[in-house]
């Protein structure tokens, strides 16, 4: 294998075949689809997380025509506690925009896999260099670290200047061959090695030139994005429960927080929920509320009160598509978001 002017790859690969992930489940075998989900999947998740959920979706859509073809709820139940959901919604546009553009494959091109819903360039990198072998480079947040360390790259990787920067060491690093090795050696690295706290530096293989290393850097390396404070907003979740002890759940709009998922009738307080349940035909003069609890985004800080009544069956929920009445066998399939699942299975009987 050449190296010549591109010191860092052989002694990652040199680790990789000694250190290196190479029994994840989408490794064996590797097909563009399964590389495809994993990287999804694996977008601001740790693989640690990410085994379960795969193995599970592969096995109920083994395929991208699979994919394509299923209801957008099963895809969301099956990446429900995944989180992120604009993603599972992407990854199911992107299925069928192959299906109708591309022969029902992911296309062979780096411009146009980046151009799909939910990829974008260090994604696309990924799939070129994992499923076919091609030399192209990825930046995601574990290589993004090793190469601020490693080039010693001042500024917050998610400003312009520096993301170019970084894409360039990217490029210039990766090797001619066994890119898919590389490309699955520097993210291990990232992951298991050059970590956010406490980089375990003794034992990585790029610890003999490591800028950040040699100048005791690796604390501020890289550079975290300017903080904001992050707000908090109220809402209260209204539990409509029958006599059956079935809850009436309502599917959330298509844009905005757990989008088109199926959740509980919101509203902004107590007094706005009485109006919501009598506007839905419910009984609510007993309705009261459970234990306060706090959900915390990437953005804001939600705190949520759920509110509880026991109703008689509600005429007008027929005539809305955007309604049903789900019991407990039904929480586990269901596109819910975590939390709202964790409150509907944890209700008093």
Known sequence: MSTAGNPLAPRLLHWFDHHGRK???WQTPRTPYRVWLSEIMLQQTQVATVVGYFERFVA??????????????????????????????????????????????LPQDLDALAALPGIGRSTAGAIMAQAWGLRCAILDGNVK??????????????????????????????????????????????????????????????????????????????????????PTRQTCLLILRDDSGRVLLQRRPASGVWAELWSLPEAADSTEALRVAQNLGAASENLRALTPFT??????????TPLLATTRPLPRVADRDDLRWCGRADYVDLGLPAPVRRLLLALPD
């Open 23 to 25: 029994h994840l489940p």
């Open 60 to 105: 109920a859509l083994p395929d991208l025509s699979a994919l394509a073809a299923a209801p957008q709820d099963q895809v969301l139940g099956l990446w429900s506690g995944l989180g992120y959901y604009s993603r599972a919604r992407n990854l199911h546009k992107a299925a069928k925009l192959c299906m109708s553009r591309h022969d029902g494959e």
């Open 145 to 230: 670290r090793v190469l601020s360390r490693y080039h010693g790259v001042e500024g917050w990787p998610g400003s312009t200047a520096t993301a170019r920067t970084l894409w360039q060491h990217a490029e210039t690093n990766t090797p001619q061959q066994r890119v898919a090795d590389y490309t699955q050696a520097i993210m291990d690295l990232g992951a298991t090695v050059c970590v956010r706290s406490r980089p375990r530096c003794g034992v990585c293989p790029l610890r003999d030139d490591c800028v950040a290393l040699r100048d005791n850097l690796t604390t501020q390396l890289p550079q975290r994005k300017p903080a904001k404070a992050v």
């Open 295 to 304: 959900h915390v985004f990437s953005h804001y800080r939600l705190d949520i």
